[in-house]
Antibody
Framework: EVQLVESGGGFVQPGGSLRLLCAAS????????MSWVRQTPGKGLEWVST????????YYADSVKGRFTISRDTSKNTLYLQMNSLRAEDTALYYC?????????????WGQGSLVNVSS | QSALTQPPSASGSLGQSVTISCTGT?????????VSWFQQHPGKAPKLMIY???KRPSGVPDRFSGSKSGNTASLTVSGLQADDEAHYYC??????????FGGGTELTVL
């Protein structure tokens, strides 16, 4: 059974950093592209970042480019999102999602989400 | 990249059909056949209902169907059931390694 479990969220002051983790089971990370998608409380979904199935390519939304870094550890089957220089507008529920072979939005499995709250 | 445009709300009676639109541009919906639709119940993670415009994942009822014409994609839910009441979001590959979502539509089953 495919499962995605996020962790690492919490409260942080503006300018601070957090690292989100997404532990995958039931499939191999290296076989699929993986993405982070966030949702502001009561609002819609926003794509944040994707790492390709090979791990050789990473993609970012303009709103996080230069501040966030997506990576993975295939030995731990875990996806990461390092978030630096956090802003109030980064406050959201962050989901990891399994995609197809590349970034195409075929998010067939989602985690339960990890809440990030950026506030002074 | 601008978000795709969805109506904020839609409604239909039990057993009837409803169609939700998702409008983009030639740079996203009109340029690629990578449109997905997600259903989200309150407090739950989104669930993939349609991918690559018309395809249904295993386990999704055939009451759900997708289509595209030009820069607009549509999700049709036939034979509305109470459990179909949820928020629905569309997404599209937007070129240049970018993905864009719609703002979401709240579907009410009357």
């Amino acid at each position: 059974e495919v499962q995605l479990v996020e962790s690492g969220g919490g409260f942080v002051q503006p300018g601070g950093s957090l690292r989100l983790l997404c532990a995958a089971s039931g499939f191999t990370l290296s076989s699929f592209a993986m993405s982070w998608v966030r949702q502001t409380p009561g609002k819609g979904l926003e794509w944040v970042s994707t790492i390709s199935a090979t791990g050789g390519s990473t993609y970012y939304a303009d709103s996080v480019k230069g501040r966030f870094t997506i990576s993975r550890d295939t030995s731990k089957n875990t996806l990461y999102l390092q978030m630096n220089s956090l802003r109030a507008e980064d406050t959201a529920l962050y989901y990891c999602a399994k995609d197809g072979l590349w970034l195409n939005g075929n998010f067939d499995y989602w985690g339960q989400g990890s809440l990030v709250n950026v506030s002074s | 990249q601008s978000a795709l445009t969805q109506p904020p709300s839609a409604s239909g009676s039990l057993g009837q059909s409803v169609t939700i639109s998702c409008t983009g541009t030639s740079s996203d919906i009109g340029g690629y056949n990578y449109v997905s639709w997600f259903q989200q119940h309150p407090g739950k993670a989104p669930k993939l209902m349609i991918y690559e415009v018309t395809k249904r994942p295993s386990g999704v009822p055939d009451r759900f169907s997708g289509s595209k014409s030009g820069n607009t994609a549509s999700l049709t839910v036939s034979g509305l059931q109470a459990d179909d009441e949820a928020h629905y979001y569309c997404s599209s590959y937007g070129g240049y390694n970018n993905l864009v979502f719609g703002g979401g539509t709240e579907l009410t089953v009357l």
